[in-house]
């Protein structure tokens, strides 16, 4: 498909060998987290679409949103940096932010920053419209990409991560059954569950919902994978007629939530999380991040306990889908003696 390579793929995938021990259950993990440096982590897959359809409308600026810690807004900077264009971002705060982590980066690499508050950022996208109208009165031409680039264009990114994953299989000479991943604005569960869907892989795809809940989530990734329909259209991976059967067949429950590990809240930590993010560091050498990687494998750790959701799961691959820029601004919370 018609994209900009930027990210480093595909992604490594290994065998959590002390986890997997643990847990008594085979798990395995795919490195998105180390698509890159600056543009490290998920977000980047779905760059690729949406700011090869920047370039394409020959904009020279890219504008976007997300939390203060945004992992999302820190790799789009870093992409418009990258090519010489202007970039500006909205950040949701509650009090004056501390220099660190993503935010740090984002004023680093250049961009812009407006910030909003928890309020404002329900009208995010007309804030947005209004700040793409600012730049342009001084002669720029802004694209503006929606908050963690998930929709149409930007799932897209997943939609290729799930046939990477099945080209793996074959050269690692194994089958997935679960596929595990955390989820905060759906744009990577849609594009692995459209490609599971559109290429019949048969596969279970678990999103660990790190805020909201499911009924949330499954409209969401609902929505974005029929925008992402005319695309998949143009891109030559599905006939009219295909698209036109998906658009209708489509449901809310072709997409499996959990959200029994949101814990205290969007980018709030519990002891256990925390505990569980020093314990893989220190077993695997595999940080997660506590926004979202953390939340979705100590769901992982707790869903393969007696009676858990993932046992005889089968084969898992946990995506890494990043953040650990995230994790520096909450270093003193750590115990690490
Ligand atoms: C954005 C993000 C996610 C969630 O992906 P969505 O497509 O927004 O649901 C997961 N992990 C990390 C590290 C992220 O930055």
Same mark, same amino acid.
């Given at each position: 498909m018609k994209k900009l390579n930027l990210a480093n793929l595909p992604t490594k995938i290994y065998k959590l060998e002390r986890l997997s021990k643990e847990l008594d259950a085979p798990i395995y993990i795919k490195?998105?987290?180390?698509?890159?440096?600056?543009?490290?982590?998920?977000k980047i897959r779905k760059l690729e679409f949406a700011v090869q359809e920047a370039l394409e409308q020959g904009c020279d600026m890219l504008i976007t949103t997300g939390g203060i810690q945004s992992n999302h807004c820190r790799a789009t900077v870093a992409v418009a940096t990258y090519f010489g264009m202007k970039s500006a971002v909205l950040l949701r705060i509650s009090?004056?932010?501390?220099?660190?982590?993503n935010y740090f980066l984002d004023l680093l690499l250049g961009a812009d920053v407006k910030f909003c508050t928890k309020e404002e950022y329900k009208r995010r996208d007309e804030i947005m419209a209004q700040m793409a109208e600012e730049y342009r009165k001084q002669g720029y031409k802004p694209y503006v990409i929606p908050e963690g680039a998930s929709n149409g264009i930007g799932t897209l990114g997943y939609y290729n991560a799930m046939n990477e994953i099945v080209m793996q299989e074959k050269e690692l000479g194994i089958k997935f059954d679960t596929i595990v991943v955390a989820t905060g604005s759906g744009g990577t569960c849609a594009g692995l569950n459209l490609a599971n869907i559109v290429k019949g892989y048969g596969r279970r795809i678990v999103s660990m919902a790190v805020c909201d809940d499911v009924e949330y989530f499954q409209k969401k990734a609902l929505e974005i994978s029929i925008e992402a329909l005319p695309y998949l259209v143009s891109q030559g991976e599905i006939t009219d007629e295909r698209g036109e059967e998906l658009r209708k067949s489509l449901?809310?429950?072709?997409f499996e939530i959990n959200d029994k590990y949101v814990g205290i809240g969007y980018a709030l930590s519990r002891p256990e999380e925390l505990e569980h993010i020093k314990k893989t560091a220190r077993t695997e050498g595999v940080i997660f991040d506590p926004v979202y990687t953390g939340k979705a494998t100590y769901g992982i750790r707790c869903e393969l306990?007696? /009676?858990?959701?993932?046992?005889?799961?089968g084969n898992i691959l946990f995506i890494?889908?990043?953040?650990?820029? /995230?994790?520096f601004p909450i270093s003193e919370t750590f115990d690490v003696s």
């Amino acid at each position: 498909m018609k994209k900009l390579n930027l990210a480093n793929l595909p992604t490594k995938i290994y065998k959590l060998e002390r986890l997997s021990k643990e847990l008594d259950a085979p798990i395995y993990i795919k490195r998105d987290d180390q698509t890159g440096s600056e543009w490290s982590g998920n977000k980047i897959r779905k760059l690729e679409f949406a700011v090869q359809e920047a370039l394409e409308q020959g904009c020279d600026m890219l504008i976007t949103t997300g939390g203060i810690q945004s992992n999302h807004c820190r790799a789009t900077v870093a992409v418009a940096t990258y090519f010489g264009m202007k970039s500006a971002v909205l950040l949701r705060i509650s009090e004056q932010p501390p220099l660190k982590g993503n935010y740090f980066l984002d004023l680093l690499l250049g961009a812009d920053v407006k910030f909003c508050t928890k309020e404002e950022y329900k009208r995010r996208d007309e804030i947005m419209a209004q700040m793409a109208e600012e730049y342009r009165k001084q002669g720029y031409k802004p694209y503006v990409i929606p908050e963690g680039a998930s929709n149409g264009i930007g799932t897209l990114g997943y939609y290729n991560a799930m046939n990477e994953i099945v080209m793996q299989e074959k050269e690692l000479g194994i089958k997935f059954d679960t596929i595990v991943v955390a989820t905060g604005s759906g744009g990577t569960c849609a594009g692995l569950n459209l490609a599971n869907i559109v290429k019949g892989y048969g596969r279970r795809i678990v999103s660990m919902a790190v805020c909201d809940d499911v009924e949330y989530f499954q409209k969401k990734a609902l929505e974005i994978s029929i925008e992402a329909l005319p695309y998949l259209v143009s891109q030559g991976e599905i006939t009219d007629e295909r698209g036109e059967e998906l658009r209708k067949s489509l449901k809310m429950a072709d997409f499996e939530i959990n959200d029994k590990y949101v814990g205290i809240g969007y980018a709030l930590s519990r002891p256990e999380e925390l505990e569980h993010i020093k314990k893989t560091a220190r077993t695997e050498g595999v940080i997660f991040d506590p926004v979202y990687t953390g939340k979705a494998t100590y769901g992982i750790r707790c869903e393969l306990e007696e /009676g858990g959701s993932l046992r005889g799961a089968g084969n898992i691959l946990f995506i890494h889908t990043g953040g650990l820029f /995230g994790l520096f601004p909450i270093s003193e919370t750590f115990d690490v003696s």
